[in-house]
């Protein structure tokens, strides 16, 4: 007998059809079943669908890839072009006869109501005296857009001494040949196909090979307001619309925010009361951004009557929007705090408020700012609540203050894709890209922010 009472006959079996010890002479052990036929084609299954498994996630992983490179590469493609504008260079002659400035000495006012565009005329005429037709010499002008005689008129307002000087001078060229010099419009396609003329691509060819045709970069897409004309078109109201919206939106969601998810989550009592709450903040989180937008219009604009169309409201109602968001991520900060920081707190005489603003804060700020800046980012992207307060109209102007009308990224990009022209499709994309760039840069904030607050405990 062996230990415990058990026969050596007893003993189990060997993996291989050995004999056991102090086995029976002549008599073998079975094979065991994990080593069977069976059992390894089992294993050559479970392999195969392994392997197929990961490649099936392999290969969503690249399709996914594919086509976020192929958007960004469709919409760099398009919009990469709109960041130079093609300019005319022009020998102008600021001739008093050609604007009929008959005053010595006239005032600022009567400088400004001077006919500039005559002066663009008539270098132009000039330049190709051949063309004597009325119709070829409008089509002339058309050449250069019709925002070129204001830059005149701000010269002469700056310097008035440039009258009866001549200058040469870069100007604004039209969107249609914008669009020729970029490649945008074919040549070769028959004349009634296209929007300029073929005497027009000929007058063209002539400034280019005078060097009178170049690419510049376009600060006006950065710095100037809408506009009807796509080569005068630009960003400057909605990014200062879009910059007035989300200091005001963080500056009401951060705090409100941070605060409802502190108070729910260390200081008020569990109870039906509280369970509700947060069920209705998990639904509002879920709650499509055009109901902020009719709940912005009915309350804010409607009942409170603050101005339309101006950044305070926008701002309001990104903030409702907002702070479900903002409260979630905190509260799930304030969780990842371990108790035993609040215990320590407490052991040492700390109260309930010293501990939390104290102690649990400093630890979930990382997660508190994290999730206030993903909901920024996505404030950012929003079009349905603000085509709801009316910021949909079109303005040139750049707002001023919070409560002057203005628009913002999204609804400029709403706008100027429902637009006919090239040039205006060529804009859109580029403003695509100035609003990725604005997202990225807030998510790059977020992971710094993040690693610069984080703490190790």
Known sequence: MTSRGRSPSRLPSAPHAVPAPGAPAGRSVPPSPHRSALAAARTRRRQRSERWFRACGAAAISLGLAFVVALFVSIISQGHSAFTQTQLRLDIEFSPTVLELTAANPSAEE????????????????????????????ELVGLVSSGAPFVLRDLVLQDPTLIGQTRSLWLVADDDVDMVVKGAIDRAVPEAERRIKDRQLVWLDRLAAEHRIEGHFNWAFFTSGDSREPE???????????????????ALS?????????????????SRWLDLIEVAINNLAAVPSIVFGLLGLALFINFVGLPRSSPLVASLVLTLMTLPTIIIASRAALRSVPNSIRQAALGVGASKRQTVLHHVVPLALPGMLTGTIVGMARALGETA???????????????????????????????????????????TSAAIIVLLVFLMLMNSLAVILRQRFEQRW
Do not use: C, H, N
């Open 111 to 138: 400088l400004g109501k001077l006919d500039y565009l005559s002066l663009i005329r008539e270098s132009l005429t000039r330049k190709f005296p051949e063309v004597t037709d009325r119709k070829e010499r409008r």
């Open 232 to 250: 005068l078109a630009g960003l400057g109201g909605a990014l200062v619309g879009s910059v007035y919206t989300l200091l005001l939106t963080l």
């Open 254 to 270: 951060f705090p409100l925010g941070v605060a409802a998810a502190l108070y729910l989550e260390e200081f008020a009592p569990k």
């Open 385 to 427: 609540p603000l085509l709801m307060i009316g910021m949909v109209a079109f303005l040139v102007d750049i707002p001023g203050s919070v409560t002057e009308p203005a628009t913002l990224l999204p609804v400029q990009i709403f706008l100027w894709a429902d637009s006919p022209e090239r040039a205006f499709a060529e804009r």
